[in-house]
Structure formats: C-alpha cells, structure tokens
C-alpha cells in the first residue's frame, strides 16, 4: 500500500515532543516523591495514545509493525502504573510482579513491530544485524546473563532477572536490522531508533546498577525510559512514519563500509580474547563462531548475485553474450555425428524499437523487452538458449538442430512476436522482427564468427526490408567484408582533401534552355578502385555515422566553388546539395548556417534536398530544418512519389522544389500513365507555390511532354552530363534557346533514345 497522510494536525508531533519533554526535565530536576513517580507515569502512558492518534491521521506503508508497536508501549505503559499503584498502596513490590510481566511482554511486541518495519528491506539486513550483535551478546551473557543465573531466588526469580537483558539485546537486534535495512532520511525512523537506542542505555544501566545494587528511581536512567516512548511517540505523529523505504544496497549488495562493519564485528571478540580471560571463554568461542558464520552467510548472497549477473541480463534474466560464448563452444564440440546435425543461431532485432522508447518513455520499452524475452522462451525449445545481447538484440542459440528445424523455429518466433502486446498504459504493440539465421555442421568453428555472421545476416534481413528471416550464406560474408573495407577506406579519404570531391549536374529552365541551378553531386577518387559514384559507399557511411562528414566535404567545395562562379562572372547559381536522413538533428542548421556565413553566400541561393523517406517524421524534419527554411535556405523533395511522403504531407511542410523522379519521367512520351501522374505532380506543385524539377530527362520527346505540363526546370543526360567546375562555367555563359515545345516537329520521338540510362545505370547523389 502507498503511504500517504490524511487530513489532520501534520504539527502535532513536535506539540507532544515539546509537552513531554518538558514534563520530562520536570520530572527529573524536582525531588523525587512518590506524587512526581505519576510524571514519570503519565509522561509513558501518552505514547501508545500518541501512536493511534498516528495510525488515525496517517496511512503509512507498514501498518502492522506501528500497530504491533503501539501495542507494546501500552504494555509498557500499563506496567509502569501497576508499579506506580503498588508502591503507593504497599510500598516496593515483590519481584517478579504483574508488572514485569507486562514489560517483558511490552519488550518483544516492540522489537517484534520494529522487526516488521524493517522486514522489507529482506534477510540481508537482519544477518547484518546478527553479525554485529554476536559479540555484543558475547559479553552480555559473561557480564550479565551469567551473573544473573549466578544470584540466589527462586526459578521464576531468575528467569525474570535473565529476560531484562536477553529482552533489550532482542530490541537491539531489531533496531539494527531497522537502520541497517532501511533509509535513514526520513524523521520519523530517526525518532524511532533514537528511542529505541535510549531504551538499551537505560536498560544496560538498570541491568549494572542491579547487580552492584545502586539503583535509584528518579536518576538519569528514568531518562532513557521516558525517552524511548516519547521518541516513539513523536515517530507515530511525524507524517513520514507513513515511509519506511528499504535502502538499495541492503537488499541485495554488499558495500565496502558495510563488509569492514561486519568483519569488525566477527573479528571484536577473538581479539578481545587475547586481552581478556573471562571465567568462561565458551561464550566468547560461540559468539566468534556464530559472527564468522553469519558473516559467511551474508557473503554467500552477493557471490551468488554477482556469479548470476556476469552471465544474465539483469532485466530480462535471459543469459548475456558472455554465457552466450560459454554455451556455444561446447555446443559445436558435442554436435551428434549424423549429415543433418547442426548448432544454429537465430540473430533477432526488433524493428522499430526506438520509437517505442521516444514515444511511450523507456520504461514501456522495458515493460516490452521483458514480455518479448518471455515469448521468446516459450516459442524454443527446453534444450535452447535465448540470450539478450543488450537494447532490443537477441540471440537464441539451437545446441541441436537441423536446417528444417531452424528455419521452423525462427518461424515460430516470429509468429510468437508477431501477437499483440499490451503494455501497462494499455497501449497495445505489434512486434515486428528481423532475423539472421546462422548454422554450421563444423565443430572447429569459431563462435565469434558465427555470431558475426547471424548478425550480418540479421542486417540484410533488415536491408530487405525488415519483418523478415535471411540465412546467412558465403556472399553475405563477402558483402559485409566488402563494406567494412570502405567503411574502413572511407574513414582514411576524409582526412586526405581531395580524395571525395564534387561534379555538378546542370539543371535547365525547360522554356528557354537557361542553366537554371546545379545539384552538387559526390565522388570518391578511389586510389585502388578509381572513381566511385556515390551509390557505393553513401549507404555504408549512413550505416556506419561517417555521412555527417561527407555532408561537410560535399557542402564546403559547392559553396567554395560557387563563390569562384561569382566573383567570375558576376552571377550567384543556386546550388543544389543532398542532405541524408541520418542528419536531421539539430545541429544541422547551424553548420549549414556557418558554412553559408563563412563564404558569404546569400542563403537563398542554397537548396538542401531531402528524399520523402527523410521527411517521414515531420517533427524532426521541422526541428532539424526549420531554422534554415526562416534564413532563407530552399528545401526541395527530392525522388517525389518513390518514397513514403504524401501531397497532405508535403503540403503542410509547404517546401520550395518537388523534385520528380526519374522512374516518372523515363518514357512518359510513350505512356499515358506516367504522363498523367507527371501532370497530377505538376499541378499539385503550382497549387502549393512549389516548382517542379523533372530528374534523368534522356530523351527529347518526354522532354517535349514534359514543357507541354508546365514542368519549370530539367535535369538528365539529354542536357548535360555531371561536369566540374569549369564546365558549368561554360554552361553559364550559353544564350537562352528556343524552348523545345515552341518547336514542334524538329524532335521526334525516339530522337535521341541512345543516351537513355536503365535505372540501375542512372545517376546517384547524396
């Protein structure tokens, strides 16, 4: 139950610690008389009285343990006015009387709610506890118990005189486990143990002044009786008695400061022996033993934890990739000699992931990772081993298995996964996985590897468009080299200048023939393998977190080179430069801006374009690019109807340029389909204030078609080829021509069809 407090007097307790202090410091600065021994009375019997008035305003989290509580401090309290009237009426009474028995009751029911308070910080803190009250205990039986046992009297005498002490070394041990176990912050725990410590004083006290018979009643050790129920008292009334947290560490852990206590506390009473011959070192002997015991007890949980974690997932319980190893070498050693034996790894990432964590807060996503680990150990085998290698990838190891039973078992996976699952909020989640299956039927293999493999298997599987299963195979190997040597290439060319550079494709007004603006276009001069197009080592630098750095080489030659146009001839040309996905954060702006303020170009004469599968997430899109479209910068769609964007969506954004792709232009003189969506394109454009660019224009009769639509600009091997710096200087200087559409008849259809590119062969920007 949560604690919480109700309406009611929250300063009442520090009312009543004021009053009974004070009746207190009355009590023992006037001469003591049997009419002030009703202060010392009155003052204890308040506190069981104080703590259900506690109950009644507060609603603390351990209710028992304050009601066990308030049920000794009435015990307490009712043997303290037995004594009281007693003495009035026959003066001291026999021991033992009624009233003994009422404290020794009043005893254990108060160790037994403190024990109560302090049972939710678990078994730790009460070993803890017995650990450091061994020695204690040790000593009190030579100074006291045995003394005690020693005296004259009858059996019940010395039962009574022996429970004083064992009673308080009981309430020590509780009130140990309580501060050990517990957080301290709170007050009304502070005000409790505080009690609790000034009860074992004045009863250690009364137990000495008993066996040398010079006791007093009135003395400061009445102090430390009336401390304890006033202490306890003020804890009911304190609102945070309603809390009484369990530490971290105590639960499960063991820290340095509290592994020296221990130790300390184990090793007092052998090194006391060695200063001190009591008459019977048997209690000294026991108590040793008892502490080292305990002490090994109380290290077998941490060692225990500590072994489990280093092989486990802490919050799915499933093993991690160290076991994983572990598991997976002997797996291929002990692989049954039969042709259709295997050991198989299924290599699973969770599709979409992320977005859970963004969307609904990390602890749905870990409400998910632990309902996944849990079908995940259904949808296998008894003899399988599913591991959580960490963030949403898993792995499950098959010791036993062939190629048929893989294949069934990554199905039942999926088909496991691909179930419903509600989270606590009632969000209810489809999960969708990728998933790289490795197998092999040789024992020597290397278990890394194969988990490489599973993984790169996984990653084509996700390549391929996620939600599905690809076996891993000697071309995945290949690939997967192929891409870490660029990536590795790669990463050397951007710190060599001039290794990735730039060539510009011209883009034409279509009524006029006028270069119109360039697309910055990337290329790699490769020292081994020539120059490459982009198509070959952008998506690697996308994947691998390089693409940022591309961005900034592509960005600053198009930028520096258009200053070299203008200063040459007088006249800006918008540069066009291609903008990844992956660089949509909000840092992106402001390099963009720097870099424009570095050259001195009018932001207006840059435009970033931005596929539609980047614009996917319009809240990003808005953050990242926002603050450049307000500076000036244009932003064009780029390859508009291949990717996920819709016209609502390009519509809200309102963006500068609607880039048509190429898969809408090729052949749309011969296809009346493609025409029509080129018109629809077209259209929508004008309608928004946007301006079309059509992409890979190869042949002058879908030219033709496309000035016929009202398409502004054009950009494709039929007008130019990519060219360097030079030549879109050559370009600029070029008179305006005829438009094509003002020229019917001198190009037919099918003129030109020679430079007509596959879509494969076309160009590829970034």
């Known amino acids: 139950m949560t604690g919480r407090t109700r309406g009611g007097p929250r300063h009442l307790w520090w009312v009543y610690l004021l009053v009974t202090s004070a009746l207190a410091v009355v009590y023992l600065t006037v001469p003591f008389t049997a009419e002030t021994r009703w202060i010392y009375v009155v003052v204890n019997s308040t506190a069981p009285i104080a703590t259900w008035i506690g109950l009644r305003g507060h609603v603390p989290q351990r209710r028992g343990g304050w009601l066990v509580i308030g049920l000794g401090l009435a015990f307490s309290a009712a043997g303290d006015v037995i004594f009281a009237v007693h003495t009035a009426r026959h003066g001291t009474p026999a021991f033992p009387s009624s009233a003994d028995v009422l404290y020794l009751f009043g005893h254990l029911t108060i160790a037994a709610g403190t024990a109560m308070l302090a049972s939710r910080a678990g078994r730790t803190a ?41 009673n308080t070394l009981i309430v020590v041990y509780c009130a140990l486990a309580l501060a050990l176990g517990v957080e301290l912050r709170a007050p009304g725990v502070r005000w409790l143990l505080s009690g609790l410590v000034a009860w074992f004083v004045s009863d250690a006290l009364y137990t000495h002044q008993g066996l040398t018979g010079s006791y007093r009643e009135g003395g400061l050790i009445d102090l430390g009786w009336m401390a304890m129920p006033i202490l306890l008292g003020t804890a009911a009334l304190h609102p945070s008695m309603v809390a009484t947290a369990p530490r971290r560490s105590a639960i499960t852990t063991l820290t340095l400061t509290r592994a020296l206590i221990l130790f300390g506390a184990a090793l007092l009473l052998p090194c006391l022996h060695l200063f001190w011959e009591p008459g019977s070192d048997t209690p000294l002997v026991l108590g040793s033993a008892l502490s080292m015991a305990l002490v090994a007890v109380r290290l077998a949980g941490p060692i225990h934890e500590l072994s489990w974690r280093a092989g486990h997932d802490i919050l799915t319980g499933l093993v991690n990739r160290s076991l994983l190893m572990d598991r997976l070498a002997p797996a291929l050693s002990s692989m049954p000699h039969t042709p259709q034996a295997r050991v198989g790894l299924l290599f699973c990432d969770l599709d979409h992931f992320k977005d859970v ?82 197998t092999t039927a040789d024992r020597d293999a290397d278990p890394d590897a194969l988990v490489q493999d599973a993984d790169t298997a996984m990653y084509q599987a996700k390549a391929a468009g996620r939600g599905r299963m690809v076996r891993f195979d000697a071309e995945i190997r290949a690939e997967a080299a192929q891409r870490l040597r660029i990536d590795a290439d790669l990463r050397r060319a951007l710190s060599h200048p001039g290794e990735i550079f730039c060539v510009y494709q011209p883009v034409f007004r279509v009524d006029d023939g006028r270069l119109s603006s360039v697309e910055a276009l990337v290329r790699w001069r490769h020292p081994a393998d020539g120059v490459l197009p982009p198509a070959v080592f952008v998506p690697i630098a996308e994947a691998a977190g390089t693409i940022a750095q591309v961005f900034a080489v592509v960005l600053d030659q198009s930028l520096t080179e258009q200053r070299g146009w203008f200063d040459r001839t007088g006249r800006w040309i918008p540069v066009a430069v291609n903008l990844s996905p992956r660089q949509l954060d909000q840092t992106t702006a402001q390099f963009v801006l720097t870099a424009l303020e570095r050259t001195g170009t009018p932001p207006d004469m840059l435009t970033l374009e931005l596929t539609e599968t980047g614009m996917a997430e319009p809240a990003t899109v808005e953050a990242a690019l926002g603050p450049l479209r307000r500076a000036g910068v244009k932003i064009a769609v780029d390859d ?98 005829e438009s094509v559409e003002l020229r019917p008849g001198r190009v037919e259809a099918g003129q030109l069809t020679g430079v007509e590119l596959d879509v494969e062969g076309r160009e590829q920007v970034v």
Not at 141 to 158: E, F, H, M, N, Q
Not at 380 to 406: H, K, N, Y
Not at 689 to 704: I, K, S, Y
């Open 126 to 166: 009460f070993v803890d506890a017995a650990v450091i009250l061994s020695p204690l205990a040790g000593i009190a039986w030579i100074l006291v118990v045995d003394p005690t046992l020693r005296v004259g009297g009858s059996l019940t005498a010395r039962f009574f005189a022996m429970s004083a002490p064992v």
């Open 357 to 438: 964590n963004d969307s609904l807060g990390h602890d749905a996503g870990d409400q998910l990772l632990i309902e996944i680990s849990t079908r995940l150990r259904a949808a296998v085998g008894d003899s399988d081993v599913v591991c959580r290698l960490g963030g949403d990838e898993f792995v499950i190891l098959m010791p036993e298995t062939t190629e048929e039973q893989a294949a069934q078992i990554a199905d039942r996976v999926a088909e496991y996964l691909g179930r419903p699952m509600r989270l606590a909020d009632g969000t209810e989640f489809f999960a969708s996985l990728s998933i790289g299956l490795r």
């Open 640 to 737: 508009f109807g291949t990717g996920y964007s819709s016209m609502a969506r390009v519509a809200d954004h309102g963006w500068d340029v609607v880039k048509i792709d190429r898969a809408f232009v090729a052949g749309i003189h011969r296809d009346q389909a493609r025409t029509s969506l080129a018109d629809a394109m077209v259209k929508m454009a004008r309608a928004l204030g946007m301006v079309t660019v059509a992409e890979g224009v190869d042949n002058a009769a879908d030219l033709q078609v496309l000035a016929r639509l009202g398409c502004e600009f054009a950009q494709g091997y039929l007008l130019s080829h990519p060219v360097g710096q030079e030549g879109i200087l050559e370009l600029a200087e070029v008179e305006p021509r």
